[in-house]
């Protein structure tokens, strides 16, 4: 999943003026100041163990909470004589009517037939033919490889549900956002209105706002598509307004003098120049959209993550896995389809292609031709509206159970004491601390430690943060969730900086290894929870393997591009200087990539912050659990809407706090 | 324009007119799809234990292929099903575990749903240790000396507390009340589903390893291992009025069926199918098992047991 893309100008204007601190020189060094305050709250921790730490019962609902709670069911129960709701339901109604007409076209049967309007052949045909079209040959065989796959693995059905729930979402985001990012790029208002609402969008776990998008919009195709968008639409609107905002001024000002007005400068200069940055929008959208497309099954959105969510319900991994599989090559497809549109686009237009025009055309009438017989066949004959079979899905399936099973029946005594002697060791510790001290011990010790990495900016955000946790009263769960996003995150970087800096210095090992974190990215979280699940049973440590499992291709990828960009000049001369290996990496490398190690931390921390929550659907507790329990249960919503606010409350506190740490850092080195 | 530049639209148009002209419609009608049938659509709500499945697709299965309906499994949680009857994405809840403040709210205020009658079980749902903790701790199965025991129920989530397992954080439970309200020395922790309650008690079992859970009967798992139930204080009409004040056991349920209005009124064929489906703990443990230990698809347990009993059958769909 390659969301939470970031401005790439997050950390603009390095020479911005620095903090007061930095400024007069700090006469403590910051790790004495940050390890002193850590003594002086253990210790405070334990003299007052227990006390006020706001700790509420697991099903109450106090105070705010019932507020929230309340209001909410207003919404189900008020009368659809409401503006609001009249409107949400209508949007509802258009977008359940395009949906089920794309179903009906590609997915499910058109009664009386047992198959679609088009069926299996003529789908595949047709994506084969359009792939030709916009992204050249090469693509469309691999296109059409992959639809024979979904057939063959067994899923058919359920991907082409995954493909119009992700397209139809991808589509209403870009017609919404491209405008926006348009604003945005040129109104520093907009940008200012739109950047922190863009940050929330980005931090919400999912989770959390199923609950009341479904009492707005009622459960199915719908509902799903308005939550994927939701999460999708951040990346697209972000980087095309980056993408209009960096744009050769000699050249808006050559045609600005000559005369043209505002709409042809946007139509005519600013949309074309910046198209291959949209592209690499609208493509980070689509990896986005269908990550989401697949959380939606909970509140039965159509697709291949209805039969992931079943098999979590029945803890069969290997009937998980094949789904599974077939999301990744659905994002495979997707992302490589996109990326080689916009190639191929720009070759045709440079005359760089290899088929001359004549043999182009030859192609297109063949190719044409060749797929309106297999839609005409697929709508007339069943050998063609039939999805290919075969037992290849099954088999897979079987082995992955098989193997799966063989581990809990041989290792589980190994893996449980693994779990637990790990969660004695570090999570138990780290919580007794953070959740086990007096509610003001702890906030004054996150902000003590705000203010010496990230500064006062790092500290306001920090005290409004924790003020709203404290103010929805979820303080201890807020606390012991923390525990655990800490944990992970920190095993999130201990691999990032391991397998980072060996991918960074080895050609070879970055090609063996960057596939298998692309598809680590594009798998939807739960698949992680299965097998995670099985071994460990639910706890938190379970949760928190799920959560470094999800989390570290990201950060490893951003280690190894920093150390690559480490300039080879610099490494060359160290290396001539007589520096070992290990001194040039912790001397030069790493040092120099410093920016590169904050970025992945923050990164890091937000993916962990999402998985989570989902880790609270297996007994991980805390806020995830508030979360799922507040979405499933009827008289603990307040609860679970707070609950989701405070998470993205707790994201928003660490996101500023590593953004400006890493702010100081590059004005420090500069 | 050189007849050169018209290949290109042509080519992409007539795809698109092959593809999206519904004129050209498919003429594909096998026998399965009976014709003349007066059913319509039928939207089945599937909530995630197993037993349900069993009732939705033996109800499903016979709507599709005897009636001719359309039938739709709709995969979603026991309260999110009811959200579903207003809009027409749920028609049906084949296993309503009581829900009192569902049925108010649904039934009595938004007047989107109907009671259908009973499935003919009642459901049962209480604490249980596996059996050989009953042989060495007898006493263990009154609630009274739970706290003696607590230490045996220690995990590394428990809090130094004794664990109390319970499922799906959908399912019906006033644990965290009856804990609270019993002075209990537990906490309680969710394994998250059906499938991780089954697996903690089957362990507990094999390896002799103390675990106390939430359980409810019909389940075929309890034909494998018989779980021993804990006595909790008796239940008494209306001492579960107030969720926070819970501190008795829970009330036998009569499952029954729910219906939206909408659904009633539409189809007669369906709904009459509905009506009359009931049968007995151990069909539907017989199905839940073909699924569960027998690896069958949801279709083919339904069918195989469809097949095996006509009479039963027969006599819904007179």
Redesign the interface.
Same mark, same amino acid.
């Given at each position: 999943m390659t969301t939470l893309t970031r401005e790439p100008e997050a950390a603009e204007n390095p020479s911005e003026s620095p903090p007061p601190e930095a400024r007069s020189g700090p006469r403590i060094p910051r790790i004495w100041l940050a390890a002193g305050v850590i003594v002086v709250w253990v210790i405070l921790s334990i003299v007052f163990h227990g006390k006020k730490t706001l700790e509420i019962?697991?099903?109450?609902q106090v105070g705010v909470q019932n507020w929230i709670g309340d209001r909410a069911n207003d919404l189900?129960?008020a009368d659809s004589g409401n503006f609001f709701l009249r409107l949400t339901?209508g949007i509802?109604d258009v977008l359940d009517a395009i949906i089920q007409w794309f179903q009906l076209?590609i997915s499910t049967?058109?009664?009386?037939?047992?198959?679609p309007?088009?069926?299996f052949l003529?789908v595949l045909a047709?994506a084969w033919?359009?792939t030709a079209?916009v992204a050249g040959w090469r693509m469309s065989i691999f296109t059409a490889v992959c639809f024979a796959l979904f057939s063959l693995l067994g899923f058919y059905e359920d991907s082409m549900d995954l493909l119009i729930v992700t397209l139809v979402s991808v589509g209403l985001s870009v017609l919404v956002g491209l405008p926006l990012a348009v604003l945005m790029a040129h109104s520093w208002r907009a940008r200012a209105v739109f950047t922190p609402v863009l940050d929330v969008m980005q931090t919400l776990p999912s989770f959390a706002y199923l609950l009341p998008l479904?009492?707005l919009f009622?459960?199915?195709a719908p509902a799903a598509v308005i939550c994927t968008v939701i999460y999708s639409l951040p990346p697209v609107m972000r980087i095309s307004s980056h993408g209009l905002r960096n744009l050769s001024e000699s050249a808006l000002e050559a045609t600005d003098s000559m005369g043209q007005t505002g709409w042809q400068r946007l139509t005519k200069v600013e949309l074309p120049m910046a198209k291959r940055t949209i592209i690499v929008g609208i493509n980070q959208t689509t990896m986005a959209a269908l990550s989401m497309a697949t959380i939606a *099954?909970?509140?039965?959105g159509p697709g291949l993550g209805?039969p992931v969510?079943?098999a979590?319900?029945?803890?069969?991994v290997g009937d998980a896995f094949v789904p599974g599989i077939c999301i990744v090559l659905m994002a495979i497809m997707l992302d490589r389809v996109t990326t080689a549109a916009s190639e191929h686009g720009e070759k045709l237009r440079r005359g760089q292609a290899r088929d001359t025009?004549a043999r182009r055309?030859l192609f297109?009438?063949l190719?044409?031709a060749v797929?309106?017989v297999c839609?005409?066949m697929s709508?007339?004959?069943?050998f063609a509206?039939k999805p290919w079979e075969s037992s290849l899905g099954d088999k897979l399936s079987e082995a992955v159970q098989t193997g799966i099973d063989w581990i809990s029946d041989n290792w589980?005594g190994a893996t449980s004491s693994v779990?637990?002697g790990f969660? *004695?060791a570090i999570i138990?510790k780290l919580e007794y601390v953070l959740a086990g001290s007096p509610w003001f011990v702890t906030a004054l010790g996150i902000l003590a430690i705000a203010l010496i990495v990230g500064g006062w900016r790092a500290g306001v955000a920090t005290v409004i943060c924790l003020a709203g946790i404290r103010y929805l009263e979820l303080w201890n769960n807020a606390m012991i969730t923390l525990t655990s996003v800490l944990v992970a995150a920190l095993f999130v970087m201990i691999l990032a900086a391991v397998i980072g800096v060996w991918m960074g210095r080895s050609q070879g090992a970055d090609r063996a290894i960057r596939p298998l974190l692309d598809a680590g990215q594009t798998m939807p979280p739960f698949v992680y929870l299965i097998p995670v699940?099985a071994l460990f049973?639910?706890?938190?440590?379970t949760a928190i393997v799920a959560a470094v499992a999800y989390a570290a291709p990201a950060a490893i990828k951003i280690v190894a591009d920093g150390i690559k960009a480490v300039s080879s000049a610099t490494v060359e001369a160290a290396e001539s200087a007589g520096a070992l290996t290990i001194q040039i990496i912790t001397k030069v490398q790493v040092p120099m990539a410093r920016s590169a190690f904050a970025v992945a931390t923050n990164q890091g921390l937000l993916y962990v912050l999402a998985m989570v929550v989902i880790g609270?659907?297996?007994?991980a507790?805390a806020l995830g659990?508030d979360v799922?329990?507040g979405?499933?249960?009827?008289?603990t919503r307040g609860r679970g809407l707070a609950a989701g606010f405070s998470i993205v409350l707790l994201g928003v506190m660490l996101d500023r706090i590593t953004t400006y740490a890493a702010r100081r850092g590059e004005s420090r080195s500069s | 324009m050189k007849l050169?530049n018209w290949?290109?639209p042509?080519?992409?148009g007539?795809?698109l007119l092959?593809?999206?002209l519904?004129g050209?419609?498919?003429?594909?009608?096998?026998a399965?799809?009976s014709?003349g049938s007066k059913c319509g659509e039928l939207n089945i709500a599937v909530n995630?234990w197993?037993g349900y499945e069993a009732d939705a697709f033996v109800v499903g299965e016979l709507a599709k292929k005897r009636l001719g309906c359309?039938v739709n499994y709709?995969?979603?949680?026991?309260?999110?099903s009811w959200?579903?009857f207003?809009?027409g994405?749920?028609d049906v809840v084949l296993e309503n575990w009581g829900h009192p403040?569902?049925i108010d709210?649904y039934v009595k205020?938004?007047k989107v749903a109907q009671d259908a009658g009973s499935i003919g079980i009642t459901g049962v749902i209480g604490w249980y240790v596996p059996p050989w903790m009953k042989k060495k701790y007898p006493d263990i199965t009154n609630w009274k000396n739970l706290n003696k025991y607590s230490d045996l129920f220690k995990?590394?989530?428990s809090g130094g507390k004794g664990q109390l397992?319970d499922g799906?954080?959908?399912f019906v439970t006033n644990d965290?009340?009856l804990v609270?309200n019993l002075d209990l020395n537990y906490k309680?922790?969710?394994?998250?589903?059906?499938?991780?309650l089954i697996?903690?008690f089957r362990?507990g079992e094999k390896?002799k390893k103390p675990v106390l859970g939430y359980f409810y009967s019909p389940q075929w798992f309890l034909a494998e291992v018989p779980l021993v139930k804990v006595d909790l204080p008796p239940y008494k009409e209306g001492c579960d009025a107030d969720?926070?004040k819970v501190d008795c056991d829970y009330p036998p349920y009569p499952l029954h069926k729910i219906v939206s209005n909408q659904f009633v009124d539409s189809d007669t064929t369906g709904y009459k199918l509905v009506k009359n489906f009931k049968w007995s703990d151990k069909d539907q443990n017989l199905v839940a098992k073909y699924i569960?230990s027998d690896g069958m698809t949801p279709e083919d347990a339904a069918q195989k047991w469809i097949d095996d009993n006509p009479d039963k059958v027969d006599a819904w769909l007179k």
């Open positions: 019962g697991g099903a109450d189900v129960v339901s509802a076209l049967p058109a009664f009386p037939s047992p198959y309007e088009i069926g003529g047709v033919f359009f079209l479904m009492l009622g459960i199915g *099954a909970f509140i039965n209805q969510v079943r979590l319900n029945a803890l069969r025009a055309n297109l009438l190719g044409a797929t309106i839609v005409y709508r007339h004959y069943v509206a589980s779990s637990d969660t *004695a138990n699940l049973g639910p706890t938190r440590f609270g659907l297996v007994g507790g659990y799922v329990a979405f499933k249960q009827l008289d | 050169q290949i290109a042509i080519a992409v007539g795809v092959a593809a999206l519904p050209v419609g498919s003429n594909i009608n096998e399965s799809a014709t995630n197993v359309i709709v995969y979603v949680d026991e309260q999110i959200q579903g207003a809009s994405q749920v403040e569902l709210l205020k938004l995990t590394s989530e397992l799906d954080p959908g965290e009340a609270k309680v922790v969710f394994a998250g589903s059906e499938a991780a697996q903690a362990s390896n969720p926070a569960t």
